[in-house]
């Protein structure tokens, strides 16, 4: 069971900010405006987007590179680094 | 033990004495013999701490603060342009609300190019939430360096003792350096805070939108700060027989004129107040010792019944005036209405405010009916 702050109260709040997690649950996928898309047909699995990737965001398990949605911010790095062209930007709808 | 020592020596006595464990420094004239004696001790053993060389001053608070949030007694020292270059991470100190102490050996600022004494480094870096003390003695400065790690790690906000270069960084003087097992007694081992573990990790200072309440919380221990110095200044006389207290006041009571002043230039003015008594006139002495928190409360009673007060300032805010003339008024403001603030900028760059520059002060302000703008001390005709 993780340790808690309780954040309703002024009395309750730690002195500086404190959470007890690591900087996994920063969930920067939240601040995407843009979202890469990966076209299997294109991809040749050389891994320069999972390399250049600065969020490691490009997920290398299983047998294909995938985008890591809960940390990818969207930055657009991977689709500019594909050689193969296999990476393409759409415009993030929530 | 009396020692004769410099003052940058006092400095790095109480360093090993507080059984420091980390220090992160990079030299700067006339800083630079503090962190050359403290690498001695730490290379001869005098001292069983991590010395980390770094390639600059925003390196070296880095490398403080890190040392601060796994729990280690830290330490620096700095001068002028390598506090200015600290400037963004001294933010980050206190944010994280950390115990660090810093000597910093006051040293104009460029440009002109200058290596002498001036405030304005430090004082420039009144809103960073540092403690800042000024001091004029090298036995002063030994001695708030060993209350600031104890106030730092109680407050847990970083503190900066600020000495003036060469004046008093370089000057030699008689030096009481404690016994260990007595300084072990005054400065046990910090109380438990929250510090980084491997075991049971945790983010210090992430994004918050509550941002509003962690400043608010330094304003309580900024104000909580001040009962805190007064009490553990307290607890040092009583064991070691010296005490220095906030502020400083030298024949105030029934003063004609109270000087109002900061560091080396106070003890010039006591001779002088000593002096003009012996003519009749009646002259106090007020040294600001604690500058942040600022000590309004103890100024105002202290300035409750002088009619006029000069300020002599060894810095300068282009476009405003002195910096402790500024502060002083704002504090008085409400509580005095009425009173009359000469103020003075002398001593810039390392130029001495002689005791003729100081007699001088006291009779222009004697003489003036309203304050008429600030004086500027040894000006080309």
Known sequence: MKK????????????????FLTSEANETGEWRSQRP??????????????????????????????????YCKGCGICAQECPQGAISLIVEER | MKKVISANQAVSQAVRAARTQVIAAYPITPQSTIVEMLASFCAQGDLQAK??????????????????????????????????????????ASGLRFPIVMANVNRALGSPFNLKADLSDSLSQRDTGWLQFYCESGQEVFDTIIQSFKISEQVLLPVMVNLEGFILSHT??????????????????????????????????????????FRYKMHQAMEEAKAVCQKVDGEFRAVFGRGYDLIQTYRCAGAD????????????????????????LKVGVLKIKLFRPFPQEQLRRALADVKKIAVIDRDFSPGCGGILAQELKSALLGSKPDISVHEFIAGLGGKDVTDDDISWIVEQAMKAREPGGIKWIGLLE
Request: hydrophobic fraction near 45%; include cysteine.
């Open chain 2, 257 to 280: 004129i109270i000087l109002v002043t900061a560091g080396t230039i106070a003890g010039t003015c006591r001779v002088v107040a000593d002096r003009l008594a012996a003519q009749g």
């Open chain 1, 37 to 70: 898309v990966i076209d299997p047909g294109k991809c040749n699995l050389c891994g320069l987007c999972w390399m250049y990737c600065p969020d490691m965001a490009i997920g290398a398990e299983g047998e294909f590179f995938t985008i890591v949605d809960k």
């Open chain 2, 172 to 213: 030699y003087e008689i030096v009481d350096i404690p016994e260990q097992d007595r300084i072990d007694a005054f400065l046990p081992r910090p109380a438990e805070r929250p510090i980084l573990d491997v075991e049971d990790p945790m983010m210090m200072g992430a994004t918050t939108d509550l941002y509003i309440n």
């Open chain 1, 4 to 19: 808690k702050y309780g954040m309703k109260k002024l009395e309750d709040l730690p002195l500086t900010s404190i959470t």
């Open chain 2, 51 to 92: 010395f980390i060389n770094v390639e600059s001053e925003h390196s070296a608070m880095a490398a403080c603060i890190a040392a601060a949030s796994v729990g280690a007694r830290t330490f620096t020292a700095t001068s002028s342009q390598g506090l200015a270059l600290m400037h963004e991470m001294l933010h980050y």
